[in-house]
């Protein structure tokens, strides 16, 4: 199984700021996805990442607020840009199975941000 | 209309004892996937079962099975001989095959949860 880590693990922010987290995947994969976890709730997608083109967005996700860079098959990051209290989350990098199932989707361990 | 559904916001068991936690589904497509997923106090996403909607054998990984009634869209977990280490949130989460409304193929929607509290 694909061995995901994500950096940092917390962080603690003031608004206005921004902050980028990375997760990097121990395997080469097509395809990496964000996901945001507000407090108390569930995932939700933010945005998929493929190497080599642009992100593609959910709907209420903008890039001027969560840019994402894809340099290569194994890396990721995500920005929270001008951040605000209800950026305040746990924001999941997953990918699809690297060896190319798809039966499997893994998550990183999350960032905790919270946002003051 | 929610495409996953889990009704029960909190369920208890007794360790050792078996306890099922309910998924049920809404989609057009034939082709999908349903994925269980065990987020500890810790905050991780913990990968436990999939179960591919042509797969025609329920799904098993251990002490996890799924309870795949097509039919009904309904897909839950059923978690035998309950451990202390169980206790956490539960989600369920199914991946379709289309890619309507320009969302991405590969995409996991999530139920709201399920938090299970296993009892000495």
């Known amino acids: 199984s694909a061995v995901i880590s994500q950096k940092p693990s917390r962080d603690i922010c003031q608004r206005g700021t921004s902050l980028t987290i990375q997760c990097q995947v121990d395997s080469q994969v097509t395809m990496m996805f964000w996901y945001r976890q507000q407090p108390g709730q569930s995932l939700t997608l933010i945005a998929t990442a493929n190497q080599g083109s642009e992100a593609t967005y959910e709907s209420g996700f903008v890039i001027d607020k969560f840019p994402i860079s894809r340099p290569n098959l194994t890396f990721s990051t995500l920005t929270v840009s001008n951040m605000s209290p209800e950026d305040s989350s746990i924001y999941l990098c997953s990918v699809e199975d690297g060896s190319g199932s798809r039966e499997t989707q893994y998550f990183g361990p999350g960032t905790r941000l919270l946002v003051l | ?120």
Request: a negative charge; aromatic letters at 12%.
């Open chain 2, 1 to 120: 209309a929610q495409k996953i559904t889990q009704t029960q916001p909190g369920m208890f068991v007794q360790e050792k004892e078996a306890v099922t936690l309910d998924c049920t589904y809404d989609t057009s497509d034939q082709s999908y996937g349903l994925f269980w997923y065990k987020q500890p106090s810790s905050g991780e996403m913990i990968f436990l079962i999939y179960q591919g909607s042509y797969d025609e054998q329920n799904a098993t990984e251990g002490r996890y099975s799924l309870n795949f009634q097509k039919a009904r869209k309904s897909a839950n977990l059923v978690i035998s001989a309950s451990q202390l280490g169980d206790s956490a949130m539960y989600f369920c989460a199914m991946r379709e095959s289309s890619n309507a409304g320009g969302t991405s193929y590969g995409k996991l929607t999530f139920g709201q949860g399920t938090i299970l509290t296993v009892h000495p």
